[in-house]
């Protein structure tokens, strides 16, 4: 079945405690990328990766670092987390950005910082 | 700047029909795509435009003008399951993705 995974899907930790969210998908994806979700906001892209050992920023990359060391992983690490983190996450993959490429979400990880 | 813009919130009835807009200024477009959001779920992928027209699916159809800016997205038959967000997006000439805010769908019985 085809899968984005992500972990975990709900943590609540302290402000400055590093933390890192996996994701992992089955679908031999080349683009995967981060979106953060906050009320009446939208989805806002962090961090994406056209490719392994290929990131760029998204839209609100500040305070966010991630690593594509293998096609299927894309791991978003909050080095020192701050209370504007919270928010609910999704790692998403599909097999490009081209026209009709279908995106595929993982269930979501809902982070609170305190 | 790129811009999408969909309704906040709309309500319809059961067993209604009821369209969602979306007007988008963005730099290039590559094709436009329909999300709908459960409320705490993941998106899942309703339909994809890049040609003017419409896309009939099911209960579910999506209409594009490219020469406008604008889409909407068309449920029939509204049943109660259809309660969620319905996320607009379009590729831009970077073949990047631009969201819209999405639009929270009430039905009521």
């Known amino acids: 079945e085809a899968q984005v995974t992500q972990n975990p899907r709900y943590l609540i930790t302290v402000t400055g405690k590093k933390l890192t969210v996996t994701c992992s998908q089955n679908?031999?994806?080349?683009?995967m990328s981060w979106y953060r979700q906050d009320p009446g906001l939208g989805l806002r892209q962090i961090y994406y990766s056209m490719n392994v050992e290929v990131t760029d920023k998204g839209d609100v990359p500040e305070g966010y670092k991630v690593s594509r060391k293998e096609k299927r992983n894309f791991p978003l690490i909050l080095e020192s987390p701050s209370p504007n983190q919270t928010s609910l996450y999704f790692c998403a993959s599909s097999t490009g950005t081209g026209a009709g490429n279908t995106i595929y979400f993982g269930e979501g990880s809902w982070l609170t910082v305190v | 700047g790129q811009n999408i813009d969909q309704p906040t919130e709309m309500t319809a009835t059961e067993g209604a029909i009821v369209q969602i807009n979306c007007t988008y200024q963005?730099?290039?477009?590559?094709?436009l795509f329909w999300y709908q959001q459960h409320a705490g779920e993941a998106p899942t992928f309703l339909s994809y435009n890049v040609l003017d027209g419409l896309e009939e699916k099911g209960r579910f159809s999506s209409f594009l003008s490219r020469s406008k800016g604008y889409s909407y997205l068309l449920l029939k038959e509204l049943q109660m399951k259809d309660s969620a967000s319905y996320l607009c997006a379009v590729i831009d000439s970077n073949y990047q993705l631009i969201w819209g805010a999405g639009t929270k769908l009430i039905i009521k019985p």
């Open positions: 679908m031999n994806h080349e683009y």
């Open positions: 963005t730099s290039g477009f590559n094709g």
